[in-house]
């Protein structure tokens, strides 16, 4: 899924594109795209764009009239921009054409999960924040509050909208082995010396991998858009040598999600239980590298 990197990048790169021009109209295919039935889609045409906005992991075009198009790409909605107009593909979704180019959107699988929706002012746009800080435009102290205002794992504190905004299941990854922290460790029972390392990796990872995004970019459109990227340390590198230490990347699996860590750097070199597997070997799962290592050679 597209994080705050990713959507950035998305949303500077369409203000650079349509702030200031003209919405056509919205071809839609995919009939579950649309969310919304009032406004209609076509209150937004022939309007002037006024704004691009990043709402979390959404994108919020606004036009004319106080009306806003919000996308949501989920984990495989990807955009598209030509300067012209395009032919819809076995996998495009829409196309909304401008009068400088036409932006389309692709989801692959099967399970259409993009949504967009037509909303009417800032409170209707205000809808679709989940509430999280701005982890760039926060401060320690705003961020240690929000942090250890509810106990959780800092895995799920940090994927969680209503606390932060814009941090998946990749860049939580990479916060988490950038600050040496383990995926399970409680927000409760953080240090305050733990929690200002880990608001100086959130910021740090964000800031450089949102930096990294617009330099491959170089000023065209982002068409790479993916959450397993070349120099990640961790996030989709199970079983590949961790760039701090060498040890190999583990990893947690749970429904549709992992979550990957370098066991030396982040949890003292014990493995974290993979649901799955300690559900069939309870005792019997190894509790270091080293015994992994050993019955794997068995």
Not at 117 to 127: D, I, K, N, P, Y
Not at 209 to 218: I, S
């Amino acid at each position: 899924m597209p994080e705050l990197p990713d959507v950035t990048v998305y949303v500077e790169a369409l203000r650079e594109r349509i702030a200031g021009h003209r919405f056509l109209r919205a071809v839609i295919r995919g009939p579950f795209l649309l969310r919304s039935v009032a406004p209609p889609l076509a209150a937004a045409e022939d309007k002037t764009v006024r704004e691009v906005r990043r709402v979390g992991k959404r994108i919020a075009i606004g036009l004319e009239d106080d009306l806003w198009l919000v996308l949501h790409l989920m984990i495989a909605g990807r955009l598209h921009w030509k300067g012209s107009a395009v032919k819809l593909g076995p996998k495009s979704l829409a196309a909304f054409e401008f009068d400088s180019g036409t932006l389309s959107l692709t989801e692959a699988g099967s399970q259409h999960r993009a949504s967009l929706h037509v909303a009417v002012g800032e409170a209707g746009l205000e809808a679709f924040d989940a509430g999280g800080i701005e982890v760039l435009e926060a401060d320690e102290n705003a961020f240690a509050a929000v942090l250890q205002s509810a106990n959780h794992t800092l895995k799920r504190a940090l994927t969680d909208p209503r606390l932060f905004s814009g941090i998946g299941n990749a860049y939580s990854d990479e916060i988490l082995h950038r600050a040496m922290m383990s995926p399970v460790a409680l927000t409760e029972r953080l240090k305050p010396d733990e929690i200002a390392r880990l608001f100086a990796a959130a910021r740090g990872s964000l800031m450089e991998w949102t930096d990294r995004l617009r330099a491959e970019a170089a000023g065209k459109f982002p068409e790479k858009v993916t959450a397993f990227r070349e120099g990640m340390a961790v996030h989709g590198r199970y079983g590949m040598p961790c760039p701090r230490c060498g040890a190999k990347i583990q990893r947690i699996r749970y429904a549709s999600n992992e979550t990957n860590y370098c066991a030396p750097c982040q949890t003292g070199g014990k493995l974290l239980a993979d649901r799955g597997l300690s559900r069939l070997l309870r005792d019997d799962w190894p509790r270091t590298l080293e015994e992994l290592e050993a019955l794997k050679r068995r």
